[in-house]
Nanobody, 126 residues
Framework: VQLVESGGGLVQSGGSLRLSCQASGSNFEYYAMGWFRQAPGKEREEVACISSIDGSTYYADSAKGRFTIFSDNAKNTVYLQMNSLKPEDTAVYYC????????????????????WGQGTQVTVSS
């Protein structure tokens, strides 16, 4: 599986961005997809994850109420809609995937994901 992210950029505090991640291959519905981020000097952390087969989602506390993860299985694409962005959201955002049929939940830890995109920079200015 190859993952290609897009949609990052520079935005002012309070603004919005939508990240996209397109996956190659077939059987997209048999994957869990996640968005992770890594700020300079910090470890990579989970942001939001989704099971493609039933739409179950997980959000980190930092993302709840501001970010929405959703997928379009027909386009093999997962999105991260980010609203009310803050300077502390500045990071490289990575898309990741792991194969499996996940009902009622989704893997969350970075170590559980097997495939990673190249990352896209999100910078939020104050």
């Amino acid at each position: 599986v190859q993952l290609v992210e897009s949609g990052g950029g520079l935005v002012q505090s309070g603004g919005s961005l939508r990240l996209s991640c397109q996956a190659s291959g077939s059987n997209f519905e048999y994957y869990a997809m996640g968005w992770f981020r890594q700020a300079p000097g910090k470890e990579r952390e989970e942001v939001a994850c989704i099971s493609s087969i039933d739409g179950s989602t997980y959000y980190a506390d930092s993302a709840k109420g501001r970010f929405t993860i959703f997928s379009d299985n027909a386009k093999n694409t997962v999105y991260l809609q980010m609203n009310s962005l803050k300077p502390e959201d500045t990071a490289v955002y990575y898309c990741a995937a792991v194969s499996g049929s996940y009902y009622g939940g989704t893997p969350v830890a970075t170590a559980e994901y097997d495939y990673w995109g190249q990352g896209t920079q999100v910078t939020v200015s104050s």
